[in-house]
């Protein structure tokens, strides 16, 4: 029984497989389109993301450019001017506070020699 | 890699991708037409199942490694020739009364024969084609599934259960129904 099966297996294979190597010349070319259609669309499905990637890329650089083209830095001013004497310490830096501590302490020095 | 090293790289990727696709689709196109026109007994069904498999297996799994392409592609056929016996069966019983469920075998579809339908005529033994495939008719979707994955693609029984979606007992069961009925429908002739 095996065997007759195996018989019949093969036969059956051989038959469908000469059906498929003499398929009519009308069928292949349209498996052929078929196939043609199918591989476009993935092509064009790519292009497409490729345009969307460049199109993103290109809009991102004209941003980044136009930031630093038309934007101008704020210019350093002077320290002090348009300041409270009030507020003047707070922008000076440490080497002047430090000179500002020091009169103060000479203004008290010289106010103390004379009160002795 | 520059950037523009990456964008040629990813480019170049692509396209040998869409060339193994290409190669794959060659080399099994034909004989998904024929396992399909042996289900719809129509050339035109059969193109566009081909078609409509092609393009899921693409649109799906063409990222799966190549080596699992060919039993995914069968899924999908067998999917779709599925999805077809469903809609005409649907389609008959909204005409007839009483008409059947479940599982739809070709007995009732071949009641719409096809004239176009001429598989004999491209081989030298004509009526034996011819008996083969009237014999492959008279089994049911499933058994012809088993017998056409197992014995003709030459699946084994776990991939053949995976495509089937059943299991490798019903394989085995289906298949040896399959090899019972063409023993007693082909004897005399092979």
């Known amino acids: 029984m095996k065997d007759v099966d195996q018989s019949l297996q093969q036969r059956v294979s051989d038959l469908l497989d000469e059906s498929v190597d003499k398929l009519d010349h009308d069928t292949c070319m349209q498996l052929q389109l078929a196939r043609g259609h199918v591989l476009q669309q993935n092509g064009r499905k790519a292009r497409n993301r490729w345009y969307l990637a460049t199109a993103f890329a290109s809009v991102a650089i004209v941003l980044v450019a136009a930031v630093f083209t038309f934007h101008t830095p704020l210019e350093r001013q002077p320290a002090g001017i348009g300041k409270t004497p009030d507020s003047l310490m707070s922008v000076e830096g440490p080497d002047e506070t430090e000179l500002y501590e020091d009169l103060e302490f000479y203004m008290w020095l010289s106010s103390k020699k004379w009160a002795s | ?190």
Request: glycine share 6%; with cysteine; charged share 30%.
């Open chain 2, 1 to 190: 890699m520059t950037g523009t090293g990456k964008l040629l790289y990813r480019i170049a990727e692509q396209e040998e991708g869409q060339l193994e696709l290409s190669n794959f689709f060659k080399k099994i196109e034909k004989r998904a037409f024929r396992m399909a026109e042996i289900e719809t007994r129509n050339r035109d069904d059969a193109l566009e199942i081909v078609q409509e498999a092609m393009l899921r297996l693409m649109q799906k799994y063409q990222h799966r490694p190549s080596e699992e392409w060919k039993p995914l592609f069968y899924r999908i056929l067998q999917n779709c020739i599925m999805d077809f016996h469903r809609r005409t069966t649907r389609h008959k019983s909204f005409f007839v009364w009483g008409g059947k469920e479940g599982e739809p075998k070709i007995e009732d579809i071949a009641m719409d024969e096809n004239p176009r339908m001429d598989p004999a005529g491209e081989c030298q033994r004509g009526l034996t084609m011819k008996q083969l495939m009237q014999s492959l008719a008279t089994l049911s979707l499933r058994q012809r599934q088993a017998f056409l994955l197992r014995i003709w693609e030459g699946f084994d029984v776990e991939t053949t259960a995976n495509i089937m979606r059943c299991s490798k007992g019903s394989v085995k069961t289906h298949l040896s129904r399959a090899m019972q009925q063409l023993r007693s429908t082909l004897e005399g002739f092979v």
